[in-house]
């Protein structure tokens, strides 16, 4: 009695590839040129609640809140625009489970969100950037070109000071500090030399935090000596301009520390939109590729 052996041949690869990449590009191109045309949209009407002049612009919560809403917008209505172009033009995939079909459609909308996403990086870093800083200088300037011009001076009046240079400037005035302090006739040219000793007396106390005694004594004499106060009216005068350069520092380090905390809150915003982004395009390619899918199906019955 004979025996029939029967053997299954596996089944052959596909010479198609699962990725549809003109359908990607398209995609990833539209959701690109929305993008671009929505952000000078949103700079165009950013620039509109500025104004150089008093009284009339936004406070910068709304101008910033603002921003970070329309860059979200941005950000999903092009993902869900790009994922969708991408699933309706991708070929129709036969002889394959729904599942599968799912899975590549979806991988093609984040595929295209990736690759607008990267060229829109590159873009604003090379041409966009000089449009929208722009836009952006010109809002800084009409709502705090007071603080800004005040920093400026700040930095400015301490680079003046030579650098690394000027702890050893500050430690040679101190040995040649004279022991007293007579007053000098009416505009006589050592007033600026004074002046300038006496700035870097206060640049190198306020990097310290603190005023020495010794620093503190001999500022309350050359104030003496330079504006005929008591020496108690003088004294009074140099411990108001101490407390007034703290608080100055104070409000400059909560500012700044305000700025890292607001530069922390939008880097994680806008990493969560990215992410919601691409799940969008994700999404959307599936949908339009299920209604490709059924239309074709119609057509063909």
């Not at 006496?198 to 504006?227: F, K, M, P």
């Not at 990215?274 to 899918?293: K, N, Q, T």
Request: glycine share 8%; proline share 3%; no cysteine.
């Amino acid at each position: 009695m004979s025996m029939d052996i029967v053997t299954t041949a596996p089944a052959n690869e596909s010479a198609r590839s699962a990725i549809s990449w003109a359908a990607i590009i398209a995609g990833a191109l539209a959701a690109a040129a929305l993008t671009l045309v929505l952000l000078l949209v949103g700079s165009g009407l950013g620039l509109t609640m500025v104004s150089p002049w008093a009284g009339q612009n936004s406070s910068l919560t709304t101008i910033g809140a603002s921003a970070a809403a329309w860059l979200v917008v941005v950000s999903w209505l092009s993902s869900l625009i790009g994922g969708y172009i991408t699933g309706r033009l991708r070929t129709k995939w036969v002889g394959i489970h729904t599942d599968e079909t799912f899975f590549r459609d979806t991988a093609h909308g984040f595929l295209s969100w990736s690759l607008a996403t990267l060229f829109v990086a590159w873009l604003m870093s090379s041409t966009l950037a000089s449009i929208l800083g722009a836009g952006t200088q010109a809002a800084a300037a009409a709502v705090g070109a007071t603080g800004a011009a005040a920093t400026t001076a700040a930095t400015s009046a301490a680079t003046a000071g030579g650098g690394p240079d000027l702890s050893i400037r500050y430690f040679t005035d101190t040995l040649l500090r004279p022991g007293s302090t007579p007053t000098p006739p009416p505009n006589s040219g050592d007033n600026e030399a004074v002046a300038a000793e006496v700035g870097r007396i206060l640049l190198q106390s306020a990097a310290a935090g603190e005023v020495s005694a010794d620093d503190r004594a001999y500022l309350n004499r050359v104030v003496a000596a330079r504006t005929g106060l008591s020496e108690a009216d003088a004294t009074a005068r140099v411990d108001q301009v101490l407390t007034r350069m703290n608080e100055a520092k104070v409000k400059t380090q909560q500012a700044a520390d305000t700025a890292r905390k607001t530069a922390a809150t939008a880097a994680l915003l806008g990493a969560l939109a990215l992410v919601v982004g691409a799940f969008i395009a994700s999404a959307a390619a599936a949908f339009g590729g299920r209604l490709r899918d059924d239309e074709q199906t119609v057509t063909v019955k």
